[in-house]
């Protein structure tokens, strides 16, 4: 099982071994759920475990204590992935503090979490934006997984190569970095943000671990 079901926090300040993945959209019922699970789901199929990587999310205006949305549960399910025991959370400063990694699902997320501080810039990218920085990263620069630190430190390398190239590597265009709120749409477009989702996970996932998808 990917991290706790539960909502706690315990971050880099407190453990050296742990490595915390913060999924931000606005609800925290339709996009930031299924990225968090889709996450843990796909960690737990490379890794067989959580190997010190903890996954979490919240939402700007969250819902607090609501569970998903339907359609969202349903799309977790296609991908095989477990959408049970979540409730809704909103977005606090602790959260940011302890996160070493916040991935947002729009660009007016990601500015929104900067502008809580805590030196948040440098590990705060939106998904589709930070699977085009780590694209563009050579995996034979991050230390191997099974190096001292693990997966652990090789998410910390990522991350800091990840915000070294920013300011090179630009988005295409405006809409190249963001996930659209399906939030009171129909299935068909819930399982398209899904698709889209998956396929920003794949390189980040396959980047952090070291193991690309089977």
Not at 189 to 201: K, P, T, V, W, Y
Request: charged share 20%; aromatic share 4%.
């Amino acid at each position: 099982m990917i991290a706790p079901q539960g909502r706690g926090i315990a971050g880099p300040g407190t453990s050296t071994d742990i490595f915390r993945i913060l999924h931000v959209s606005t609800g925290n019922v339709c996009r930031s759920p299924i990225t968090e699970r889709l996450t843990r789901h796909a960690l737990s199929e490379r890794l067989g475990g959580p190997g010190g990587l903890v996954v979490e999310s919240a939402g700007t205006w969250g819902h607090e204590g609501a569970p998903m949305e339907a359609h969202a549960a349903t799309v977790l399910t296609d991908f095989g992935a477990d959408p049970h025991g979540f409730t809704g959370r909103e977005l606090l400063d602790e959260h940011v503090i302890r996160a070493d990694l916040v991935l947002t699902a729009t660009r007016d997320h990601r500015a929104q979490v900067i502008s809580m501080g805590h030196s948040a810039g440098l590990r705060t990218f939106t998904l589709k934006e930070f699977t085009r920085l780590v694209r563009a990263i050579d995996p034979v620069t991050l230390p191997g997984p099974d190096q001292v630190g693990g997966v652990v430190e090789r998410a910390r390398a990522l991350v800091q190569a990840a915000a070294a190239l920013r300011g090179w590597l630009l988005a295409p265009d405006a809409e190249a970095d963001e996930v659209h709120d399906p939030y009171g749409a129909p299935i068909t477009f819930f399982r398209s943000i899904g698709d889209e989702i998956q396929q920003a996970l794949d390189p980040v996932v396959t980047a952090l671990t070291g193991v690309p998808a089977g």
